[in-house]
């Protein structure tokens, strides 16, 4: 005995796996957020603990280790207006903040194999260079982008 379903269940199963599916998807502010942002405003002061800890906690060692990354230190809001009154223009859609943020940078080293990722961290303050796209950062680049050190 064959079971069939009706079109408009079909059609309901579709938009549900649809609604679930988009549900999952991060914006790209979102993305930068996780990948980039740590607001916690107690961090681990060793950079090396930071990064092994905040790499597989945000989700950058799931399927392969990711190189490098760079967590900026602050207040959501402050690190946003660098699209605004934070920042200057500096070409593209790069803007590069007018006041330094503590920054912790993870590269991965030469014993690092995934599923088993380790990092070496490295904190500094410094100014930060991102991309923007409605007022919103949605990438982070390296100061040299925007013509820092």
Known sequence: MKTRLSPGLLLLIFLLLACLAAAGRETPYEKFQRQHVDTSGSWEPDPNRYCNFMMPRRNMTVSFCKDFNSFIHGVLAVITAVCGSGGTWHHGDFYYSNSP??????????????????????????????????GQPVHYARPSVCGGP
Do not use: E, K, L
């Open 101 to 134: 943020f503590q920054v912790t940078d993870c590269q991965t080293t030469g014993a690092s194999r995934w599923p088993r990722c380790i990092y070496r961290g490295d904190g500094r303050s410094s100014r930060i260079c991102v991309a923007c796209q409605n």
